[in-house]
């Protein structure tokens, strides 16, 4: 079974760094817990606060940065938290329900396939209206949309971990008569956790990506610019200010290297102790940041209530599970109901997409119909290029990283920078290159769309090259497995699930990244790829919702059928194939 330490060992750990007095880990924890209290209340006094005193012109001097830096990343972490909520609640489902799989799996394709943009121009209204004249609706309406660049990565890689469990490892959890609650936390939570935090860098790095469109809302009439670092870079660009965004990619890679610290680093390194079948001598990081949290009595004093309560969760359900009759058996398939479960889901859909249908077909002829569809093809075309390049790129090089404990340490911080990096930044050397070399802008802005989402490749081979087993790399040094028949039989085969997710994910990230790379401006320059992206794009800056209403119909429509066509066989075929039982 996976190691993890129990509530009752760490009470007791608790116990005696009380006993031990005031340290230098108390001093710093203090530190920070003071630190995050205050950003935690300025982000809540600015949320409470007027709309018009929120609505100031947005400063490009670098003294106002680390200011709008807090802003954004307090906006982040909120969008985090949500994620990592709507991740096990709907992940779980998933995973668990057969019917219910059918439902939330392909509506987790069509959510990730809508854009960013398509999120606000839908949502923005409606947050507004939550608190009219104050700036909490658009907050809101800001977190939201990070959230939406968050979260369905996450749930991706949670519903791959659960899919792909050990069946010995559920054998045991049944045996021990782990009620769920409790198969939930000292399962299928360890086991998805290396993978999950992994994905979360990745998430916060795609908020990042995606952090210009979130707090320079531009919709038809509607305009706002929340103070942050995503409206500092739409002001910059705006303006053509180099040194301007010079400061900004300075002030994000500080707040990257701050975060990576504090948090990130100290989450992998605890995500060691749930590595299935690895050895004691196995090198781990140390950070400092999780030596802090182990050895700070004020950290035991507060989290002391939480693990209590925790273990008292733990200890009633496992009562209540050994109250049941007879043994406890994994749920069984109902043929005739499940046969009625799908009639019925197709007949809703069917009368869903003939009410889509219909609405279309009022709203616009037949040729723009079409025409919206063609241009989904050039992006399709896109996509799946650049998915196959940053495969052949970032597979081997994520293998080779991830087999070894302290290189994926030190890449950590690196990839999460270059993950973060906006496409926006690009657009000067983009438009300018583009405008005097005379190229084509249907070919060189394509590197633009996969900038951002190459690295869920990266990040998942990383994350599943780290969780091989140790007495799988014996037994592959033991048969003498060399060259391509170790990649082949060995390699491949161990990380092809976590690439999947990877994959996934990158291709509906590529679709969203469209809009921002095939309709590009840097000041009073504009240039557009043919592709659907560019058609969302122009609608959104125009206000015409119909039209964005089109575009993400027939970007869904496409997403689904790449997913069903191509990602969902093969997901399927790693989950039957490439589990490591």
């Known amino acids: ?173 049944r045996s021990l008569r782990f009620s769920a609650w409790m198969r939930f936390w000292r399962l299928e939570v360890p086991f998805a956790a290396p993978a999950l935090i992994w994905n979360m860098m990745m998430s916060m790095s795609g908020g990042w990506f995606f952090v210009v469109a979130c707090e320079a809302i531009n919709v038809g009439s509607t305009n706002l610019l929340l103070p942050g670092i995503g409206s500092y870079i739409a002001v910059a660009v705006a303006d053509r200010n180099l040194t301007a965004i010079a400061w900004a990619i300075a002030m994000m890679l500080a707040v990257i290297l701050i975060y990576d610290q504090l948090l990130f680093r100290p989450l992998v390194a605890w995500s060691y102790r749930f590595r299935a079948g690895e050895e004691d001598e196995t090198p781990r990081p140390r950070p400092w940041m999780l030596k802090v949290l182990q050895r700070s009595s004020l950290i035991d004093l507060a989290t002391r209530p939480v693990l209590a309560g925790f273990d008292a969760s733990l200890r009633w359900t496992r009562l209540a599970a050994e109250k049941q009759i007879g043994p406890m058996e994994p749920d069984q398939a109902r043929p005739i109901g499940d046969r009625l479960w799908n009639a019925g889901l197709i007949i809703v859909g069917l009368a869903g997409a003939a009410f889509f249908a219909l609405h279309v077909h009022r709203a616009f002829p037949n040729r723009d119909i079409v025409a919206a569809f063609l241009l989904g093809l050039p992006t399709l075309a896109r996509v799946l290029v650049l998915i196959a390049l940053a495969s052949l790129v970032w597979v081997p090089i994520g293998i080779y990283i991830g087999l070894r404990p302290r290189l994926a340490a030190a890449v950590q911080p690196v990839a999460q920078m270059l993950a973060a990096f906006p496409a926006n930044l690009l657009f000067p050397l983009a438009v300018s290159a583009i405008v005097f070399l005379d190229l084509n802008p249907d070919v060189w802005l394509s590197p633009l769309m996969v900038l951002g989402t190459q690295w869920y490749i990266l990040f998942n081979v990383i994350a599943g090259a780290s969780a091989i087993p140790r007495d799988l790399k014996d037994a592959s040094g033991n048969l003498g497995l060399k060259g391509w028949l170790w990649w082949r039989d060995f390699a491949l085969p161990a990380i092809f699930p976590y690439y999947l997710t990877g994959a996934i994910t990158a291709s509906g990230g590529s679709w969203n990244a469209a809009i921002v790379a095939e309709w590009v401006s840097w000041g009073d320059k504009h240039l557009a790829a043919h592709g659907i992206g560019a058609f969302i794009a122009d609608a959104t800056q125009k206000g015409d919702m119909d039209r964005v209403v089109l575009g993400i119909v027939v970007m869904i429509v496409y997403v689904i059928g790449l997913n069903r066509l191509l990602w969902r066989p093969l997901f399927a075929l790693a989950e039957r194939k490439y589990r490591m039982n």
């Open 1 to 173: 079974m996976l190691r993890q330490s129990s509530p009752v060992s760490v009470q007791a750990g608790a116990l005696q760094g009380v006993r031990r007095g005031f340290s230098l880990y108390d001093l710093v924890a203090a530190g920070l817990i003071l630190a995050f209290l205050l950003a935690f209340a300025d982000a809540s006094r600015h949320m409470a606060a007027p709309m018009a005193a929120e609505s100031r012109p947005i400063s490009l001097s670098p003294w106002d940065l680390p200011l709008y830096a807090l802003r954004s990343t307090m906006r982040m972490l909120a969008a985090m938290a949500a994620s990592l909520v709507f991740t096990f609640a709907f992940a779980s489902l998933a995973a668990k329900s057969r019917r219910a799989e059918t439902i939330l799996v392909p509506l987790l394709d069509i959510l990730q396939s809508v854009p960013v943009l398509g999120f606000i121009s839908v949502t923005v209204t409606a947050f507004m209206a939550l608190a009219p004249g104050h700036a909490l609706g658009a907050e809101l309406a800001a977190i939201f949309a990070i959230f939406t660049s968050q979260a369905w990565n996450m749930a991706f890689s949670f519903y791959q971990s659960l899919k792909t469990i050990p069946d010995d490892l559920k054998e045991a959890s």
